[in-house]
C-alpha cells in the first residue's frame, strides 16, 4: 500500500486494531454458541464480553507473539489479561487458528468492498451528472484516433456510466460471493466443534456459513473477488485514457481541474497536465497485477498449505486501497472535469463539413444518383476542402451535377447534427431507464 | 488453439464457416427489420434469405478479400454473388462492419459457454458420483503436506464438487454478460440506422441489445468473461495438484486410469505417472494468461481502437478451446479415477495413532487432568512412537498415569474415526442438498 | 498462432517436419558418439546415416503414436522402417525420450531467435535510415501529451532505435542462454550415457552441453527467453503508439503508408486509420502475455514433472511466431511512414511563440530582472497570446519592460529554434557512433 | 511493502531520507560541473557542499510541498534553508524535476541490485557447500512425482546452485542495464544543459549517460530489471517446492529446521510444517506479479507521461524488498535444512530393487537376450514384487532363465548403486568449476 494513494476509511480496515477486534468478536460469538450448546460454561462465555469495549493493545500483542511465535496465541494471551485467565479459559475451544484467520479475512474484504461499493455509486452519480449536463453537446466521435461521425460528451459520460454500473453489479456479486466465514476445525470435518457455532458466528458478522471448506476457506472466491476488482481498474483506466486524450494540446475538449493557484500555469498557460489521470493509468495496473497471483493460490496442497497467505497480506490491502483512492480520484475528476464545447465544435469542423461526406453520398443514391457517379461527385468536392482548404457545403452547392439532383436546402439537411443526436433519448432512456 | 488440446465442436465455432454463417444471419435479419421500417423493399429482405441453405465458400470469400482488402466487403459481393447483385443491393445499408463483427464475436461467445457449460454440468456429475462413493472413506487431511486429522475421499470430491459449482454460477454469469449485440452504426448513435433494426436482431440471435455502445460493444464484458474462465481453469488446477499429490509413488492413496495394455507398465509396475493431471496444471496456465490481455484490452481510444482486434483472434479461440478440452479431461481422469481405500488406510496408519495426539490431549483435559500436565503425558508417550517406533494406544494403556484418568475404553474412543466422520452428511447436504 | 500473423520461416520451426529432422540429427549424431565410444557397432552408427536426405513421414508417423501413444518411439519406427530393423536397433540406445525433445524445443528456439535477430537488424537498418532522414527535422516535444519544447523527428527515430538496439542484445543474451542441449538420461546422471555423447551431439547442432540436467533441462533459462520476448514487444507497443499518436486527426504530425488505390480514401480523405501500429498494440499483448505461464513453468517437481510441456506447446511458436510478425510489420510502417514536416512545425507553433516563454524568462533572468519581476513580464505577455490570440514575440517587443532588458535580437534569439537542435549531433553520436 | 517481509537495508533505499539524499548529490554534482562550464559561479557550487553532513529534516520538506504541491521544490527550497537563499539561487538550474527523480531511481535500483546480488552470494555459498557435504548421498530420482532411478542430494543442491548463479548473471546483467542517468531537460535536447553536466553527474554516481533519453530514462530497462527478478523469484519457488515436497510426511528426506523449543513440537513430533518454502512459494508470485505492470510501463507518451511512476513506487520497493527478503530467508533454510539419509534410503528401497528392473532389462540384452525375452523376465520377476512384496534380486537369482543368462554377481552388479553416481563428479565440476 503505497501512503499516497491511500484513504484512512480503507487502511483501517487493514491495521492490527481492527483485525484484532474482529478475531475479538469471532472469538466471543462462538463462546456465545459453544454456551448454547452446553460444551462450555454460560458464565464463561458471558465473561467474554468484558473486553467488549477495550481497545486492545497491539504492542502488548506483537510483544506476547515475539515469545510465542504464534498469533493467535499471542492475542488470546493477552484476552486473557484482560478478562482473567481463569475466565478465558474455554476461549478458542475446538477451534484452529485458521477458523479466526480466514473468517476474518473475508469480513475484512466484504466491508472493503462495501467501501467500493460505496465509492462506485458516487462515481456513478457523478458520470450522471456530468452526462446530462453535456447530452446534446455535440462532438467528433473518433474511431483509430481519426475523425469519423459525430457524437455527444454526453454519450461518452453516459457509456462510461454504463460501464461502471456493469462494474458495481460484479463487484455486488464478489462481494456476495466473499461473504463466508468458517469454524470447521483442522481440516474442516467439525470434528471438534458443532456445526452450531460456525453459524451463530457467521450470522452475527454478516457472513454466510462456508458449504465445504478444509482448514480455510476455498481460494477461487477470493481470486473471483480480485479478478473483479482487475476488471473495474481496468474500466478506470479506459476513462482515464479518454481523458487524457480530450486534454492533448492538439485536442483540448476537456482539462482535468486545475486551480488557479497552481504553479507556473501562467507563464506556461497551456501546460496544463492531465496528471490525475495519468496517474489513475498507473493505479489501474497496480490493481490489475493482482489478479494472476490471486489466481495462483487457488491450487493449495491437499487441506491447505500457506503459500497463498504471504500473497494476501500484500494484494488483499495493496488492491482495495489502491482501487479505493483511484475511484475516488476519478470521481474528483469527473465532477470537476473542464469541458470546452467551442473545441469541440472547432475539432469536429477541422475539415470544413468532410464529417458529412458519407451522409451526402447516402443522401445522392437515395435521390437516384447511381453509387459510382455519386462516388465520383463527393470524392471531387472532398479533394477540394482537403487539399485546397474549400468548404465542403460550399463546393457542394456550386457544382452543376450535385444541385441538378438535391436542392440546396436538401444538402444543407446533409449538414444538419440533429441527424447524429436524434437517438441520444433512446439511448440515455436504456442507459439511465425512463427520465 | 493446439490442435491435440481442441476438440471439434468448440473448434468448430471459431471456423471461417460458422463466422460466415452468424454474419450472413445478422445481415438477413437485420433486412426483415429494415423492410418492416419500410426502409428497404420487403422483397429484397425476401431474397436474402435464399442464401440460407447455402454453405458459403470460404476460398471464395478469401479470394475476393485479396483483392477488396476487407473482409465484410468481400463476404457480401460473395452474398451478392449467390442471391443476385441487384437483391442484394440493400444488404448491410446504414451497417457499420463491426456492427456485424462484434456481435458475431459475442455469438460465438456464448455458444463456446454453452459447451462450456455443459462440460461444467458433466464434471459436476462425475465429482458427486465419485463424492457420493468415497463418502466415508477415510484417509488423512493434510496440512503444509504433512498429516493432520482425517477427512474422507468424498470430502474431498465434494469441495471440488462445491468450488466446481461456483464455478459454473460464474460462467452463467459471464455468459449472460457477454450476450449482447449491437447494431449501432459507426460511433453507435443509430445516426444511419433505427435502433429497431438492433432489437430485431439481437431477439433473433439470443443477445439482448447492448445499451450504449461506439463502434464497438465495451471491453469489459469480454475481460470478465475471460477473467471467469482464468478462475474456472484456476479450480482445475487445484484439482489436478490434488490427484498429482495422491498419485506420488509414497502416497499412492489414488491413480490416473492406466489402461492394461499401456507399454511398459509391467517392467516397472510403479512407473505410472499422473500425465494428463499434469497436463491439465499446463492447460490451466494457458487459459490464465488470456486474463491480462483481455483487461488491456479494456481501454480503447475513443470510439474504438483496433487493437483488441488481434488479441481476441489469439485469446477467443485459445482459452475456449483449451477450457473446453481441459474440462472434459477432468471430467475423464475423474470417472476413471482409481482409488486405494488401503493405501489410504496405511497412510493414516503411518504414526501408529499419533494422529489422535490431539484428541487425547482434549480427553485428558475434559477428565480433570491439568493442561500441562495432559500435555506432559501426551508427549512423552507421543516420542516413544516417534522415536522407538512403538504404538500410540498401546502406549498409553501401559502409562499408569494416563490409566489413572481414562479407562481403557474412554482412552480407546479416542482412536475412534467416526469422530471424524459424524459431520459429512451435514456437509453432504450442504454441498449437494438433502438427500 | 494466428495465421494471419504468421510468416512461414517462423512457422516452419514450429512443423512436425522440421521437429522429426532435427530429431533425426540428434539420434544420428549420438549414434556416432556412441560408435566413437565402441558402445554400438560402426556399421550401424554409419547407417543412420541413409535416411539423411529422407523426408519423413509425418502421416505414417502419426500413424504409429496411433498405436504405441509414444512420440518418439513412433519416430524411431518409422525410421527403422527407412534404414532397416536390425540397423536401427541401436538408435536411441541409453537414451531417454527428453533427451530428444528438451534439447529439440532448445534448437527451435534458438533459430526462432536467429531469425527475430535478423528481424530487429532490420528494424533498426529502418529506424536508423529515417533517422538521419529527417534528424532536423522540428516537431513539438510532448510531456503528459501537451506541448513542452522543440525536438526534432530524427530524435524520436534515434530514441526508438536506441531501444531496440538494447533489445536486440537482450535477445543475444536469450538465445545464447537458451542454447543447451542435453543427453543424460532418465534423471541426468548419466547413468546408462557417457557424458561424450552430450558433448558430440551438443557441438555438431551448436548447442553447449547444460551443465547440470535432470531429465530436462531447467526452465528458468525459457522463463528467461520469453520475458526477453515480452521487453521487446513491449518496445514495439511503445513505437506503435507514438505513430498512433502522431497520425491522430487533429496531430497528423505522420501516417501509415496508405497505397493510392485503398477504398473509400478519397471521398473521406481524411479518414486513414493507423490500422497496423493499432494491430501491433494487439499484438504486443500476445507476446506478453506469455511470459508469466514460462515463469510458472519454472518450478518442476523433482527431476521432471510435465505441465510445462502443453504451456509450451503454445507459447513457443506462438511467441515467436507473433513477434516475428510483427517485427517485420513495424518494420514496413516505419520503412514507409509518411511524415509531414509542414504539420510539424504548425503545431510547434499552435501557441504563437509560447513554447518559448521558458527560455525567456531564463534570458530575462540572465540579463539581471529578478525572478519574481521576469515572471510577472512573462506571464502578462504569455497571457495576451493565451487569451487574445496575440503573438508572443511581438507582445514581448512591445513591452516597455521587456525591452529596457533585452534588445530586439536578444528577444529573437529565444525564439531560434536552433537552440534546441544544438546537440543533436551529440545524441546521434551517442546512439548510431560518430558518423 | 509488507513489514513482516523486509529487512532494512532494503527499506532504507527506499526512505525519503535517502531519496532527499541522492536529490542533493545529483544538485549538487550537478552544480559543480557547472560551475566547471562558467554557468554559475564556483562560490555558489562550493556553497551546495555545506549540506554535505546535514540530514534534511523530511517533515520540514513534507510541510513545504502542502504548500508547493512540487516534491522537487519543496526539497530545493529547504536545501536553501540550509545553505543560504542567496548561494542556493544557482541549484537545479537548466534542470528538470525528472532529471533528479528518474536518475535517483536508478541510483536506488542499483543499489537494491547490489544488496540483491550479495544476497545471491549467500545464497550460492549455502547452496555449494550443502552440494559437497551431500555429494554422495543417494535418494531416488523422480519424474511425474513417481520414482525413477537414483540421484543423489548433492545434484539437487547443485542443480539449485546452477540455477541461481545463472539469477545471477542475469542480475548482473540487468544492474548494468539500469546503471544510467539522465540529465538532459524537459524533453532529452540538453536545450538548457550541457551534456558535460550530465557526465559529471553520471560519473560521480557510478553510472552511465543515457544515450537517448526524452524527460525520462526509457522504461524498457526497467521492464527488463522487473522480468530478471521475476525469473529468479521463479527459481526460489523451484527451490521451495523441492524442500515442500522433500518435506511431506509420506517422503521426510529432509526438513526446515525446527528448533527443540518450537510449541507443539513434542506432542504432534510429526507435525512439523515446512512454513519457510510454503511462505517462499507466495513470496514469488508477490515478485513476479511486478513483471507485467513493469513492461506495461514501457509504453509511454511521447516525451514522456507520468503514468508509469504510481506503478514504480509501488513495484519498485515492493519487489525488490520481498526478493532481498525471499533470497535470504531461503539461504537460511538451506543452511540449515535437516537431511535424512536414512529415509531416502528407505523411500529408493520401497520397491525392493524394482528401481533397477530397466538395467536388469539392458543387461540381458546385452547378455545376448532378445528384447521381447528380456522384457518377459523382467516383468514376470517385477511382478512379483509388486503383487506379492517380493526382493526383485532375490527372485532374478532364483529364477532359472535369468540365471541361464546371467551370474549372480552379474545380476547383483545391476542393484550397485555406483552406477548411478559415477558421473557426479564430472557434473559437479561443470557445475562448480575443477576441485
Redesign the interface.
Known amino acids: 500500500m503505497?501512503p499516497?494513494?491511500a484513504r484512512p476509511d480503507m487502511v483501517a480496515i487493514w491495521s492490527p486494531e481492527t483485525k484484532f477486534r474482529i478475531w475479538y468478536e469471532i472469538e466471543a460469538h462462538a463462546c456465545d454458541a459453544q454456551a448454547a450448546l452446553g460444551v462450555i460454561p454460560a458464565e464463561s462465555a458471558a465473561a467474554v464480553w468484558k473486553a467488549n469495549d477495550v481497545e486492545f493493545n497491539v504492542a502488548r500483542i506483537d510483544e506476547i507473539e515475539a515469545v510465542?511465535?504464534?498469533d493467535v496465541?499471542a492475542f488470546l494471551t493477552h484476552l486473557a489479561e484482560i478478562i482473567g485467565h481463569s475466565e478465558a479459559r474455554f476461549v478458542h475451544q475446538g477451534m484452529t487458528s485458521s477458523d479466526v484467520l480466514d473468517t476474518t479475512l473475508n469480513v475484512q474484504l466484504v466491508r472493503a468492498a462495501d467501501i467500493l461499493i460505496a465509492d462506485m455509486e458516487k462515481l456513478l452519480a457523478a458520470l450522471k451528472t456530468r452526462a446530462i449536463e453535456h447530452k446534446m453537446d455535440v462532438r467528433i466521435?473518433?474511431?483509430?484516433?481519426?475523425?469519423?461521425?459525430?457524437?455527444t460528451m454526453g454519450?461518452t459520460f453516459?457509456?462510461f456510466y454504463?460501464?461502471m454500473d456493469?462494474?458495481l453489479a460484479?463487484l455486488r456479486?464478489a462481494r456476495a460471493?466473499i461473504a463466508t466465514g468458517a469454524i470447521s476445525?483442522?481440516?474442516?470435518?467439525?470434528?471438534?466443534i458443532d456445526?452450531a457455532v460456525e453459524a451463530h458466528v457467521c450470522e452475527k458478522l454478516g457472513l454466510t456459513?462456508e458449504?465445504?471448506?478444509?482448514?480455510v476457506i476455498?481460494?477461487?472466491?477470493h481470486?473471483?473477488f480480485f479478478?473483479?476488482l482487475?476488471?473495474i481498474?481496468?474500466?478506470i483506466?479506459?476513462i482515464?485514457?479518454?481523458i487524457?486524450?480530450m486534454?492533448?494540446?492538439?485536442?483540448l475538449e476537456a482539462e482535468e481541474f486545475f486551480s488557479k493557484g497552481?504553479?507556473g500555469s501562467?507563464?506556461?498557460?497551456?501546460?496544463?497536465?492531465?496528471?490525475l489521470t495519468?496517474?489513475l493509468?498507473?493505479?489501474a495496473?497496480?490493481v490489475?497485477?493482482?489478479?494472476?497471483?490471486a489466481?495462483?493460490?487457488?491450487?493449495?496442497?491437499?487441506?491447505?498449505?500457506?503459500?497463498?497467505?504471504?500473497?494476501e497480506?500484500?494484494?488483499a490491502p495493496?488492491a482495495t486501497v489502491?482501487l479505493d483512492f483511484a475511484l475516488a480520484r476519478l470521481t474528483g475528476v469527473i465532477e470537476k472535469l473542464v469541458i470546452y464545447p467551442d473545441n469541440m465544435m472547432r475539432?469536429l469542423n477541422?475539415?470544413r463539413g468532410?464529417v458529412h461526406?458519407?451522409?451526402v453520398?447516402?443522401a445522392l443514391t437515395q435521390k437516384g444518383v447511381s453509387r459510382e457517379d455519386a462516388?465520383r461527385l463527393?470524392?471531387r468536392n472532398?479533394?477540394k476542402?482537403?487539399e485546397e482548404g474549400k468548404d465542403f457545403q460550399t463546393e457542394l452547392l456550386g457544382d452543376a451535377e450535385v444541385t441538378a439532383a438535391m436542392s440546396p436546402d436538401e444538402i444543407a439537411e446533409n449538414f444538419d447534427l440533429g441527424?447524429?443526436?436524434?437517438?441520444?433519448d433512446?439511448?440515455f432512456a436504456?442507459?439511465f431507464g425512463p427520465s
Chains 1, 2, 3, 4 share one sequence.
Open positions: 503505497i499516497r494513494y510465542t511465535k504464534h496465541i466521435g473518433r474511431s483509430h484516433g481519426i475523425h469519423a461521425e459525430p457524437v454519450l453516459a457509456r454504463a460501464e456493469r462494474g460484479r456479486n460471493e476445525g483442522a481440516v474442516g470435518t467439525f470434528a471438534n456445526p456459513p458449504p465445504i471448506s478444509t482448514q476455498p481460494r477461487d472466491r481470486a473471483m479478478a473483479t482487475g476488471v481498474a481496468s474500466s483506466e479506459n482515464a485514457i479518454e487524457r486524450h486534454q492533448r494540446t492538439e485536442v497552481q504553479k501562467s507563464a506556461m498557460p497551456h501546460k496544463r497536465n492531465p496528471v495519468e496517474n493509468t498507473g493505479l495496473r497496480l490489475r497485477m493482482t489478479v494472476v497471483p489466481m495462483e493460490n487457488v491450487a493449495l496442497w491437499h487441506e491447505r498449505d500457506i503459500s497463498h497467505s504471504s500473497v497480506r500484500g494484494i495493496d489502491t475539432n477541422q475539415f468532410l461526406s458519407q451522409r453520398l447516402l462516388y463527393v470524392q472532398a479533394m476542402v482537403w441527424h447524429h443526436t436524434k437517438h441520444v433512446t439511448i436504456r442507459v
